[in-house]
T-cell receptor, first 114, second 111 residues
Framework: DAGITQSPRHKVTETGTPVTLRCHQT?????MYWYRQDPGHGLRLIHY???????DKGEVSDGYSVSRSKTEDFLLTLESATSSQTSVYFC?????????????FGQGTRLTVV | GEDVEQSLFLSVREGDSSVINCTYT??????LYWYKQEPGAGLQLLTYIFSNMDMKQDQRLTVLLNKKDKHLSLRIADTQTGDSAIYFC???????????FGSGTRLSIRP
């Protein structure tokens, strides 16, 4: 299995509080992604990173920020959590320059905002 | 921009073939993928195809690519209860590009 871990795996937080989710990889892959998965909407890209300090928005980036200060860590921050951000969050990594740019996924973080 | 679309649900009878369809917009797509997500787990790569191929078979799985119509399909022969999952279509362009995922098709199996 690819070395990718998400923390925490589960979190319950109150509306208006800040929350940071962490994705850590040991594969030295260039690309890192944050997705959210919701019933009826499938998998939606929040933000992604193509290198240290290089990030870009996905299709549902409002209310989220990211940072990548090291190759191995990609942080997703909800500055002020809302109930609409209750979801399962997945981190993924992929590499370039290989013959197959397969993406590897973490196990997911279930976030509940009450 | 790039987009990948697939229907959200598919129901098939056990033992029948399942066909999951996907369309994409990026004409420079190089790799096209099918990922599988089982309940409570992350996505895992099921199979992939290069854009210069039109078919790939791997045991019960057959991937068909119509590059002209930008249409990708996954056929699962003799569908079993263990095939119940969400299946994601994905594409990537050149070696310097990110992977774009569809929203996933939930496959349910009825007896």
């Amino acid at each position: 299995d690819a070395g990718i871990t998400q923390s925490p795996r589960h979190k319950v937080t109150e509306t208006g509080t800040p929350v940071t989710l962490r994705c850590h990889q040991t594969e030295n892959h260039r690309y890192m992604y944050w997705y959210r998965q919701d019933p009826g909407h499938g998998l939606r890209l929040i933000h992604y990173s193509y290198g240290v300090k290089d990030t870009d928005k996905g299709e549902v980036s409002d209310g989220y920020s990211v940072s990548r200060s090291k190759t191995e860590d990609f942080l997703l921050t909800l500055e002020s959590a809302t109930s609409s951000q209750t979801s399962v969050y997945f981190c993924a990594i992929s590499d370039t320059g290989n013959t197959n740019t397969e993406a590897f996924f973490g196990q997911g973080t279930r976030l509940t905002v009450v | 921009g790039e987009d990948v679309e697939q229907s959200l649900f598919l129901s098939v009878r056990e033992g029948d073939s399942s066909v999951i369809n996907c369309t994409y917009t990026d004409s420079s797509s190089t790799y096209l993928y099918w990922y599988k997500q089982e309940p409570g787990a992350g996505l895992q790569l099921l199979t992939y195809i290069f854009s210069n191929m039109d078919m790939k078979q791997d045991q019960r799985l057959t991937v068909l690519l119509n590059k002209k119509d930008k249409h990708l399909s996954l056929r699962i022969a003799d569908t079993q209860t263990g095939d119940s999952a969400i299946y994601f279509c994905a594409e990537s362009g050149s070696s310097a590009s990110k992977i774009i995922f569809g929203s996933g098709t939930r496959l349910s199996i009825r007896p």
